[in-house]
């Protein structure tokens, strides 16, 4: 008789007050194929989905039910929230270890926060942390009941004593992995929250692992600096069964960088378009690829309609110290490029790194009024463990080192201007931002068709100038108040 695994993951959206009032969820792609490779080989899986639940006790009559032998908390590293190491989700993960613990089944961890953790984790109830890729080393856990040493990519408990074993050789043809088991999730469950906020059901696909590039401030605990694609084609023979099962209507395509390579992007809509997929998509990209010759052509031609660009900073000086590889005007010219072929383009902006002044604090200001993307994500300089820039500010590091949810924004650290004046940045800069929108707004309302959209956002300028001069008024006595300079 095979072994029963219940496969599960740590992202509670319900902690995260932001996401769960964005209400754009997905599926723990991760979870799910490290289930399908599993039960390829003839194991029994299940899975208890978090997404939605409001308590990690809500885990225990699953247990009790399907008396599985290992539960196995396998995070979605392919979702950036899983990445950040919130506190309310490791407190979880926490939480259901000690519930199989109680049950005598063997708990199995896989996640950034684990694998940088895996002390705290093995001291909460967890038998095994598995380090960098795991679905093979899980393979051969599960078949392994006596001996571990031989096992690559483990931390463990021996005699009280923690073991970690050789790391793990990353699988380059990844074409051999399985579909992910889509079967496990309650996807219609997830079609209803998308339909009641956004009136479209949207669907996550990963064509790659990892991310070869080295922004310092970058944590990347599962690939490290490796970078492996999927096969064109192998992508959209998944997106078709996804368009024949669950009908999506957009997909998130979750990789760190899409389409590192400009042939893998035109190769890609020429299948896209022989195979009459009818789809549109959104990923996450870098100035310096956007601007190659017929890249954002290839992308429009393939349904493209967003990308989120980590844009950082508007100063080349903390662009530079980030070790970012890009440059002010490459943003400029990927997002002229971006509008001119229809697809929206949205900046991550990132404040709070060290060096940073009042003047690159503007300059990026200055950036974002100028191009004018469509949506931001604005935060502050996060350091997480195995960073350069973590090993710079660990000592500056104030009472805590995470964020309890994505929404906390604290500067962790001592930097040029206090927590407060960050967050006060953030309001400021957001209600600036929009500000510049409903300009940009009002200028184009009879240049073309008029659109609910259009006069809306034009419209909200009454709102958007008055607010955006407050928060610029408590952001200066603020910065006059603690500047440490």
């Not at 225990?60 to 899983?82: A, C, Q, R």
């Not at 694609?229 to 960088?257: A, G, T």
């Not at 493209?304 to 080349?316: F, I, K, L, N, R």
């Amino acid at each position: 008789m095979s072994a029963r695994i219940l496969f599960t993951h740590s992202y509670f959206m319900r902690f995260d007050p932001k996401q769960w009032a964005l209400k754009q969820p997905y599926p723990p792609l991760a979870t799910i194929l490290a289930a399908a490779v599993l039960r390829e080989k003839g194991y029994d899986v299940k899975l208890f989905d978090t997404m939605f639940v409001q308590s990690p006790d809500e885990i225990i009559p699953l247990l009790d039910s399907f008396e599985p032998d290992y539960l196995v908390i396998y995070d979605d590293g392919f979702n950036y929230l899983t990445k950040m190491c919130l506190t309310n989700m490791r407190e979880a993960a926490w939480k259901m270890s000690e519930y199989a613990h109680a049950r005598n089944c063997k708990v199995i961890i896989s996640s950034s926060d684990s694998t940088d953790h895996f002390e705290d984790y093995l001291n909460h109830n967890a038998d095994f942390i598995m380090l960098g890729e795991a679905e093979q080393t899980l393979l051969e856990l599960v078949s392994n009941s006596e001996s571990f040493e031989s096992i690559n990519g483990l931390a463990y408990k021996k005699e009280n004593e923690i073991v970690k074993t050789n790391p793990r050789t990353l699988s380059k043809e990844l074409d051999s992995f399985p579909l992910p088991a889509w079967d496990l999730v309650d996807v219609e469950a997830y079609r209803k929250i998308w339909l009641s906020r956004w009136n479209y059901f949207a669907l996550n696909v990963a064509t790659t692992r990892g991310c070869p590039y080295k922004c310092n401030w970058c944590a990347k605990p599962i690939y490290g600096n490796a970078y492996n694609m999927r096969s064109p084609q192998h992508v959209v023979n998944e997106l078709k069964f996804l368009k024949e099962n669950y009908n999506y209507d957009k997909i998130w395509f979750c990789d760190d960088i899409f389409g590192l390579r400009r042939n893998w992007v035109i190769e890609f809509a020429e299948l896209v378009k022989k195979e009459n997929l009818d789809f549109r998509y959104k990923i996450q990209s870098r100035a310096d690829l956007l601007v190659q010759d017929k890249y954002v052509e290839a992308l429009a031609d393939s349904g493209c309609y967003q990308v989120w660009m980590g844009a950082e900073s508007g100063s080349q000086k903390i662009l530079d110290a980030m070790e970012k590889g890009t440059t002010v005007q490459q943003i400029r010219d990927a997002n002229k490029m971006l509008k001119q072929h229809g697809i929206e383009s949205a900046f991550f902006l990132q404040f709070g790194y060290l060096g940073e002044t009042i003047e690159d604090v503007k300059q990026t200001i200055d950036l974002l009024n100028e191009c004018l993307p469509e949506d931001i994500g604005a935060s502050v300089s996060y350091p997480l463990p195995g960073t350069g820039f973590y090993e710079t500010v660990k000592k500056d590091l104030y009472q805590k080192s995470n964020w309890t949810d994505s929404d906390e924004l604290a500067l962790m650290f001592k930097n040029t201007y206090t927590p407060e004046f960050y967050k006060q940045l953030h309001c400021y800069v957001h209600k600036n931002y929009r500000k510049h929108q409903a300009y940009e707004a009002i200028g184009n309302i009879f240049s073309s068709a008029p659109s609910f959209k259009k006069l809306k956002r034009a419209a909200s300028a009454a709102y958007y100038i008055p607010t955006a001069f407050i928060e610029k008024q408590k952001l200066k006595k603020i910065e006059h108040a603690a500047a440490t300079l």
